[in-house]
């Protein structure tokens, strides 16, 4: 199933990331379970998905970070000048990597982390946002070695809005 995400159907809150795959022109994220809603007469029927995946299209008009961020500065800009005057943009690794950015919150401090780091430990997802080119994921990482270790952590995809929401089966909550 195509998505628009002006028309969001789903949602991945409070359930955990399980893999996240990079091929130079997409990615694939897989969940353990997701809820799907769907509106028919005026009631909403809810739905728990099995196994979802969201696919999401990487292509050379995608933004990078920090074209979308140029982009996003300017359009503050525009409204309020001085808003991010000397903003400073890390540098990423080039190539797919511009689109995937990991990062994890622990005692006011932040670093990011590696797609092979991250898929060692589990992500429970708090919160998502979706927007044109731009999907963020927030919740919380445990797996560390120490048992009762936990850490805040957000996922950050950018994209060319091409998305493809598939599931095994659907049922009815």
Avoid: C
């Amino acid at each position: 199933m195509k998505l628009n995400l002006l028309n969001q159907v789903f949602s991945l809150h409070d359930f955990h990331l399980t893999n996240l795959e990079v091929f130079d022109d997409k990615f694939i994220l897989s969940f353990d379970e997701g809820i799907y809603f769907e509106k028919k007469d005026d009631k909403e029927i809810d739905y728990v998905m099995t196994n979802p995946k969201l696919i999401l299209e990487k292509t050379d008009t995608s933004f990078t970070k920090v074209e979308l961020e140029e982009v996003i500065e300017n359009i503050i800009h525009s409204f309020d000048s001085d808003f991010y005057e000397n903003i400073e943009i890390d540098d990423i690794e080039g190539g797919i990597m511009d689109s995937v950015e990991i990062i994890l919150f622990k005692d006011g401090v932040y670093k990011k982390i590696s797609i092979e780091e991250f898929l060692k430990l589990n992500f429970e997802i708090i919160n998502e946002s979706f927007g044109y080119g731009y999907m963020r994921f927030y919740g919380i990482v445990t797996g560390f070695d120490d048992k009762e270790e936990w850490q805040n952590a957000s996922l950050e995809i950018f994209y060319n809005n091409e998305l493809e929401l598939i599931y095994d089966s659907l049922e009815k909550l």
